[in-house]
Every structure is written in structure tokens, then in C-alpha cells.
């Protein structure tokens, strides 16, 4: 169904965005244009660098249009990250799995992430943004994405893993580490590269195609580099 357009929450002193002409079509394959071309932008400015001007030229249409859809930039950036979180979301439930052994919760985790995230580069850095500038907005979009407090879900898989953890090393398959430190060790290492992409690009003079094979060799080669750590 197609949403509702709405007029910016917070007009400039200026006259609002007109509405679009009477010819033009207000239909959901206009929104997924402005939602695509959001991402081209986000992805090659940033969220910070990104202009709503930019966008539209991206997508094809008059920047009062992109305002009569989305309002402005942050509830374009918003919308774009929920679709991306949404996605995130089986992710942490097969964490939660208690059938799913550590070797599974590990590559499934790092393969889907990096899958996933390849896809909008730009949502690390605009969380980690977000995170400094507006932490109670970071907070409610976590919460809407996975449906409950972010806290929640964060203890309930810490107390999975520490009990998965416990059962591995009372095997002696695996050494003791607090399930909190397994968590961001692997968070830390997934989210690196789309962090640092810029400086990535620069130091190992990778154009976009060469970070794409990268990131395929890091999806294979980074399961095992995790896993192998955790022998004793």
C-alpha cells in the first residue's frame, strides 16, 4: 500500500515545497526511487555529506517532490535504515536459537552481517552518528526495528552465548571468555571495514570494485579467524 505523502515537519521561513503538479504520480514506484537513490548518495557522501538536491537529481525528480514524500533528510535516513535493520532482525533471532551451535551463531552472524551491510554501507557510521548526536533517536529506531528495548535482546543473547560458552569449555573445546567480550569482539570485527571503508580504499588502493572482493574474502576467511581464537 502506498504511503501517505507528507509536507516537511519543520518548513524553512521560506514558502514550503509545493506539492507536485496535478500530472504528476504519487505512487509507490516514485517512493522506492527516492528510497534507491537515497541510498546511492548515502553510500558515495555519507549521511552527513548527503544533500536532499543530490538525491532527487539521483532519482529523477524535483526536490519538492523528495520533501513531499519523506519531509527531510533525517526521515529519509530513518526510513532507509529501518528497511536495512528490518533485515538485520532474523539475524539476532538465530542468535537466540538454543539449538544453533557456536560454530552456526558464528558464520551465520558474520555472513549475514557483512551480506546485509554491503548493501547500505553507510548505516555503522550513521548509527555510530546517531549513537553521539542523538542517542534517545538511535534508541527508539533500535527498538522499533527489533521490536522491544535493544537491552533486552542484548542480554538474551549474552546469556545464550554464556551458556553455550560454559558447555564448550566444560568440553575443554574452548577457553573461557565472558560471553560480553565474544559478542563485541565478533561485532568489532564485522563492522570494521564499512567504518573505516574511506580509509580502507586509500591505504590498500581499492576502487569500490576491489572493497566487493574484499568483503568476499572476508566473509569466507573471518568464521574461521574467530573460531580458531577460541580454542584453548
Not at 555519507?46 to 527531510?72: C, D, K, P, W
Not at 542484548?154 to 554464556?162: H, M
Request: no cysteine.
Amino acid at each position: 500500500m502506498t504511503s501517505k505523502p507528507r509536507f516537511p515537519r519543520s518548513p524553512r521561513p521560506t514558502s514550503p515545497p509545493s506539492p507536485p503538479a496535478a500530472n504528476a504520480t504519487l505512487d509507490l514506484d516514485t517512493e522506492t526511487r527516492i528510497l534507491n537513490a537515497a541510498r546511492v548518495v548515502f553510500i558515495r557522501r555519507g549521511t552527513a555529506g548527503a544533500r536532499m538536491q543530490e538525491i532527487a537529481a539521483e532519482a529523477g525528480v524535483n526536490q519538492a517532490l523528495v520533501h513531499y514524500y519523506f519531509g527531510s533528510k533525517n526521515e529519509l535516513a530513518e526510513r532507509v535504515f529501518m528497511e536495512a535493520a528490518s533485515k538485520l532482525v532474523p539475524l539476532v533471532t538465530s542468535l537466540l536459537n538454543p539449538t544453533a551451535t557456536l560454530e552456526h551463531m558464528v558464520e551465520r552472524f558474520v555472513t549475514a552481517y557483512i551480506d546485509t551491510v554491503r548493501q547500505t554501507p553507510f548505516i555503522p557510521a550513521y548509527m555510530m552518528a546517531e549513537a553521539h548526536q542523538h542517542p534517545e533517536r538511535i534508541n527508539k529506531l533500535m527498538q522499533k526495528a527489533v521490536g522491544t528495548v535493544p537491552a533486552n535482546v542484548a542480554s538474551i543473547a549474552i546469556a545464550r552465548l554464556d551458556s553455550v560458552i560454559a558447555e564448550r569449555v566444560a568440553a575443554g573445546t574452548m577457553r573461557a571468555m565472558p560471553a560480553r567480550q565474544l559478542l563485541i569482539n565478533v561485532l568489532s570485527l564485522v563492522i570494521m571495514p564499512f567504518v573505516a571503508r574511506p580509509v580502507l580504499l586509500l591505504a590498500l588502493g581499492f576502487d569500490d570494485d576491489g572493497f566487493d572482493e574484499f568483503l568476499d574474502e572476508r566473509r569466507r576467511e573471518l568464521p574461521a579467524f574467530i573460531l580458531n581464537a577460541l580454542r584453548p
